[in-house]
């Protein structure tokens, strides 16, 4: 069973910075589409960004310009770098890591605190 984990939450100031890190215990980690979410208090979690086996990468509009994906594959972690953090990017912050064999279904960490906060 693949189990995935993050780390690296906290309490920032508006305009700091944080690296979330994520790893996901399979040998196939290469080829895994690997994505981070989040979900604030009394709202639906979102995608805010993906990446794909081949290291493309797509983000969500609101945090383009400050926010980076990014795996080691070597290491089997994918990264989310956050710069320039606002009070609105407060949330727990999930990865999610999709198998690329046919019928898998997606996993889930237990997620990780981001607290954008004077």
């Known amino acids: 069973q693949v189990q995935v984990v993050e780390s690296g939450g906290g309490l920032v100031q508006p305009g700091g910075s944080l690296r979330l890190s994520c790893t996901a215990s399979t040998g196939l980690f290469s080829g895994y589409l690997m994505g981070w979410y989040r979900q604030a208090a009394g709202k639906e979690r979102e995608w805010v960004a993906s990446?794909?086996?081949?290291?493309?990468?797509t983000v969500r509009d609101s945090v383009k310009g400050r926010f980076t994906i990014s795996r080691d594959n070597a290491k089997k972690m994918v990264y989310l770098q956050m710069n320039s953090l606002e009070p609105e990017d407060t949330a727990q912050y999930y990865c999610e890591a999709e198998s690329p064999v046919p019928g898998s279904r997606p996993v889930w960490g237990q997620g990780t605190q981001v607290t954008v906060s004077s």
């Open positions: 990446i794909s086996s081949g290291g493309r990468t």
